[in-house]
């Protein structure tokens, strides 16, 4: 099956600071990818679309200037978490659809775990 | 909006025994449905799938109906491994490629 993958698994950072997350399609291209906010016993949340070539589309409630997201190729989206605050610390997992329109399955990355101190 | 409501766990059960995990949906128009299974530092994985009224969704042992009556669509397996212990998120997609998740149910399989 198609493969997603996710850089980092894991990152801890400084309240204030930026971090980059990355979401790689390897085997398959996404003009369309989404990004989504799991919350501890909670389901997962999608935050936006990322739109490979225009804007990403932000679900209600989604601050765009917070959670920056770029669609840089094909194969690549990058959500970058911007002044990070202890309460945007979450994991953070990206899907891209694969297959023929209408049917196409949802594939998922491992997720990113994200701890702001 | 669309909504999807399933059972919260965990759900710990031995080995060999019979799983049910609720699933109820609203929508406003004739959503597919879907159970996807997350185990432990892996992501979400499709586990089966089914796309209009009576349709069974089957993969692994594992089965679900979709029940248009009902808005239901109860993922069951009749006798549960070790292995089978994960997360199960029951999610429906009514257009594009949009899913609308559950909350999640952990699933704990003792030997």
């Known amino acids: 099956g198609a493969v997603v993958s996710q850089h980092p698994s894991r990152v801890i950072c400084k309240s204030g600071t930026s971090v980059k997350i990355e979401c790689r399609s390897l085997d398959f291209q996404a003009t369309t990818m989404f990004w989504y906010r799991q919350f501890p016993k909670k389901s997962l949340m999608l935050m936006a679309t990322?739109?490979?070539?225009?804007?990403?589309?932000?679900e209600q409630g989604v601050e765009k200037d917070k959670f920056l997201i770029n669609h840089a190729s094909l194969t690549l989206s990058t959500l970058t978490v911007t002044s990070a605050h202890p309460e945007d610390s979450s994991f953070y997992i990206c899907?891209?659809?694969?297959?023929?329109?209408?049917?196409?399955?949802?594939?998922f990355g491992p997720g990113t775990r994200l701890t702001v101190l | 909006g669309d909504s999807v409501t399933q059972m919260e766990g965990p759900v710990t059960l031995s080995e060999e025994a019979f799983l049910t995990i609720n699933c109820t949906y609203t929508?406003?128009?004739?959503?597919?449905l879907f159970w996807y299974v997350q185990y432990p530092g892996e992501g979400l994985q499709l586990l089966l799938k089914a796309t209009k009224a009576d349709d069974k969704g089957s993969n692994k042992g594992f089965e679900a109906t979709y029940r248009k009556e009902t808005t239901s669509f109860h993922l069951e397996k009749g006798s549960v491994q070790v292995s089978d212990s994960a997360v199960y998120f029951c999610?429906?997609?009514?257009?594009?490629?949009?899913?609308?998740f559950g909350a999640g149910t952990i699933l704990r399989v003792k030997s």
């Open positions: 899907s891209a659809p694969h297959g023929l329109a209408g049917t196409n399955e949802q594939f």
């Open positions: 929508a406003t128009g004739y959503p597919s």
């Open positions: 990322s739109n490979e070539g225009s804007k990403a589309t932000y």
């Open positions: 999610a429906l997609r009514e257009y594009g490629n949009k899913l609308v």
